[in-house]
């Protein structure tokens, strides 16, 4: 016996379409009606699918990370050297922040623009979810400098915040129409700061 009629759109499908208006328009500017609109859903339908637009956000939040943002964490899993990684990262930030088939910059960024004070929670959570972003290249970085791979005297909260604070500049920079090539200069730019172990020692008296 059915219990209830299933729902008319792919979950998933609709939760692509909810990222595209939260990465285009930031949480706060997107209404009920420009998510039913992308969806392709009545008002009724999205509540009843996803809660309210808080849920909605939230759960295409998570998706976003696992799928589109999901290159920060493989850079820093992946790559052996400290270095090593925040090229990849920079790298793959500066073409995954201007492909023409999705909306510029990063959602972690751009989606807490002009929060208002209702949206505090929103606002905290992208802060919390860009912090634990910063505290594993903070990771990759003291790791480098306990094992030679950098200076021991390394600051790597300092360092890391600068990468982190390069990474926000690029999804800026993406939002105001920047090219891919543009942010691939800056990468370069930023990796020129990059301490060298050797030429420490070399200095060294």
């Not at 929103?122 to 990759?140: F, M, N, P, T």
């Not at 020129?192 to 172990?197: E, F, G, I, V």
Request: aromatic fraction near 6%; charged fraction near 25%; glycine fraction near 8%.
């Amino acid at each position: 016996m059915r219990t209830g009629r299933p729902r008319s759109f792919d979950r998933d499908e609709a939760l692509e379409g909810a990222i595209a208006v939260f990465w285009e328009h930031g949480y706060d500017a997107t209404s009920i009606a420009m998510l039913t609109r992308a969806l392709g859903i009545g008002a009724p339908s999205l509540y009843a699918a996803f809660g309210d637009k808080r849920a909605l956000f939230l759960e295409a939040l998570d998706r976003y990370i696992r799928t589109y943002g999901a290159f920060t964490e493989r850079a820093l899993a992946e790559e052996p050297n400290a270095r090593d990684a925040v090229e990849r990262l920079l790298r793959e930030a500066a073409a995954a922040y201007t492909r023409p088939e999705r909306p510029r910059g990063c959602l972690l960024i751009t989606a807490a623009t002009n929060c208002s004070p209702q949206s505090a929670d929103i606002a905290a959570r992208l802060r919390e979810l860009r912090a634990v972003g910063a505290r594993a290249l903070e990771d990759k970085i003291a790791a480098a400098a306990r094992t030679g791979e950098l200076p021991a005297h390394t600051d790597a909260h300092a360092l890391a915040t600068f990468y982190a604070a390069v990474l926000q500049g690029m999804s800026a920079q993406a939002r105001d129409g920047a090219a891919g090539t543009d942010l691939e200069q800056i990468a370069e730019a930023a990796l020129q700061s990059w301490p060298s172990a050797a030429g420490q020692a070399a200095g060294a008296p």
